[in-house]
């Protein structure tokens, strides 16, 4: 091809230039030159192809990295535009699919920045490539990025020795079709993640493919049909006139459901002129007298799309020719409601159920009003008069039951820490010891008085001194309430429990070797299996909780179990709670269990009884209404 012919019109324009001729051209590059010259080469002939002006690919080659850069002559891309292609490189990479930015300029108005990764024989990442076009519409954009992405992927699999590598430069006419039909359906799979895109790729495809003057898709909803994508337009209104008539046509074609094809006051056969296409001769007339014709869409057996095609030349359109665009876009057909699945929001997806459901009950027949009519006065009713469980959700933690706080005894250094949280314990075991080597030596000293003074008493006892023998006594009496003192002393430097159960509190690992006073908190056990539930209850709840029927806690542990509760008992005031004004509820689970710990947390479900049901409904907004108007 010659560059007269690459490098002008736009990739819609240029889409009727032979794709074949190129991939014929890519094949013998490759057969010519090593792989990395190759896939560099490719680039520009693929960037010149489409029209861009600028292009980037990074990709590995085996154990051979490639980074090359190509700009059209007298071109010489920014670096903002360098970093919007890297930007949009990576984003193609990261979702591994093509994709395409269009970005406002000034001076060239709409530039398209388009990216695609690069994949290997095993299918992994290869790389990627970018390019940016200057001055492209939206349609535009679309179809290159759809030939793009094609291209790209052949040229990786020439590049990676894949099946089309060991081709021969003269395709014959069966591998050409097969190519095209397999293009097609790639095609179809790439754009089919949106409607309007595969739309639009469907339009351009037959426009530019068969030289048509004018192309348009619809879709068929139900016994409608929405026009989508047009040719020439970038956003499809509904109310212009030219999609009107557009829209009629194709509503006509869906009704026969078969392709109608209208030659218009161009060609005097009066055998053309039929009742049965007056939507058409419509359309026909408002376009100067041109052939018209529209042909359905099916997936499957089922009508889901119109596509409608003008031509001035009437050779061009005949019932042969409608079969050949048909057989065109099967594939694109095909995939119509998938892309509609795919991209239906939530809300749309409830709209289209519901109204599925209402359709399977309320279907065709007399007396469909009349039961919408009793199913609205039922509901109404129901609603005046009829009654449900109130019922609330709050979030519960679990606290321990009976705890006890130990406390240090005794002035020290903290010596040894035998028990952390969540350790077993039982009375009097051990929790922590205190440095008492000072009182251990007082101790030793007290007893050696102890021991000379008795020694003293029995010396004066022999000699009959009993006066002397009353004053040491008594001084014996002072040393054993000495020793006694040492001795407790010695007794609270080590911390026992005073229960059996569990250490809820108190790490103190990081404190061993640090001084504690007397009164210091050291640990807090709770008794096993017997814990507290504490829910966390809106203030809005709290004046219904005197009505409370039952209730039942799950564990976020185990969601599954519902273990039920007992009586509620409220504390006086209210607490903030995660920006929330709420008041602390305590209750004790009927059916202790050992699966549950202190600190776990989970969901209460609170049956407040029975209300009516315009209550329920309405209480939120009576409430808020009456606070800011005072009503």
Not at 135 to 150: I, K, M, P, Q
């Amino acid at each position: 091809m010659s560059s007269a012919d690459t490098k002008t019109g736009t990739p819609a324009e240029r889409a009727g230039a032979s794709v074949g001729r190129l991939q014929q051209d890519l094949r013998g590059l490759f057969a010519s030159v090593p792989p990395h010259r190759a896939l560099a080469e490719s680039l520009a002939r693929i960037s010149t192809f489409l029209g861009a002006q600028y292009a980037v690919v990074h990709a590995h080659l085996g154990l051979q990295f490639l980074s090359e850069e190509w700009a059209a002559e007298d071109f010489e891309p920014s670096d903002p535009m360098r970093e919007s292609v890297n930007d949009t490189l990576g984003e193609a990479l990261q979702a591994d699919r093509a994709k395409a930015v269009r970005l406002r300029n000034d001076a060239s108005g709409q530039i398209a920045v388009i990216a695609a990764p690069i994949h290997d024989a095993t299918l992994e990442q290869a790389g990627g490539a970018g390019l940016v076009i200057l001055r492209c519409s939206r349609e535009d954009a679309v179809w290159a990025l759809s030939l793009f992405e094609g291209l790209i992927g052949y040229v990786a699999l020439l590049a990676t020795g894949g099946e089309v590598a060991g081709q021969t430069a003269a395709a014959t006419d069966e591998d050409d079709a097969a190519m095209a039909a397999a293009t097609a359906a790639g095609e179809a799979a790439r754009v089919a993640d949106h409607p309007v895109r595969l739309a639009y790729a469907m339009a351009g495809r037959l426009k530019n493919k068969w030289g048509l003057d004018q192309t348009a898709i619809g879709f068929v909803r139900r016994d409608r049909v929405r026009v989508v994508a047009v040719c020439g337009l970038d956003e499809v209104r509904g109310a212009n006139p030219g999609v009107k008539l557009m829209a009629g046509a194709m509503e006509e074609c869906l009704d026969l459901a078969r392709p109608v094809l209208y030659y218009g006051y161009l060609v005097d056969d009066d055998t053309t002129q039929g009742d049965h296409c007056r939507l058409h001769a419509q359309w026909s007339t408002a376009t100067g007298g041109e052939c018209v014709a529209s042909f359905p869409l099916r997936s499957g057996d089922e009508i889901v799309g119109i596509a409608s095609v003008r031509h001035h030349d009437p050779q061009l359109l005949d019932p042969v020719r409608l079969d050949t665009f048909a057989n065109d876009l099967a594939n694109f057909g095909a995939t119509i409601p998938l892309a509609q699945v795919a991209s239906r929001s939530l809300l749309a997806h409830l709209r289209d159920s519901t109204a599925s459901a209402l359709r399977a009950i309320f279907g065709a027949g007399s007396y469909k009003k009349k039961s919408l009519l009793l199913t609205a006065v039922l509901l109404m009713l129901w609603m005046a008069f009829g009654t449900v469980t109130y019922s609330v959700m709050v979030p519960c933690s679990i606290s321990g039951a009976n705890r006890r706080t130990v406390t240090a005894m005794r002035d020290g250094i903290l010596l040894e820490v035998v028990a952390r949280p969540g350790s077993l314990v039982r009375v009097g075991e051990t929790l922590a010891i205190m440095d008492a080597r000072d009182d251990e030596l007082e101790r030793i000293e007290v007893l050696a008085r102890l021991r000379s003074i008795e020694a003293t008493v029995d010396k004066e006892r022999a000699e009959g001194n009993a006066g002397q023998v009353r004053v040491l006594q008594a001084q014996r009496g002072e040393i054993l309430a000495e020793l006694a003192a040492v001795n407790a002393r010695i007794e609270r430097s080590v911390l026992r429990s005073p229960i059996t159960g569990v250490v809820l509190e108190g790490d103190l690992r990081s404190r061993v070797g640090a001084k504690l006073a007397v009164g210091d908190p050291m640990f807090e056990i709770g008794r096993r299996n017997q814990v507290l539930v504490e829910l966390q209850v809106p203030e809005i709840h709290v004046q219904h909780l005197d009505s409370c029927v039952a209730g039942k806690f799950a564990p976020a542990a185990r969601p599954t179990d519902r273990l039920a509760l007992g009586d509620l008992r409220l504390a006086a005031v209210s607490q903030v709670v995660d920006g929330r004004n709420v008041v602390i509820a305590e209750t004790a689970l009927l059916e202790p269990t050992a699966t549950l710990l202190p600190g776990m947390s989970g969901f209460a479900h609170l049956d407040l009884g029975p209300r009516p049901v315009w209550w329920t409904m309405s209480r939120r907004i009576l409430d808020w209404l009456r606070l800011r108007f005072w009503i």
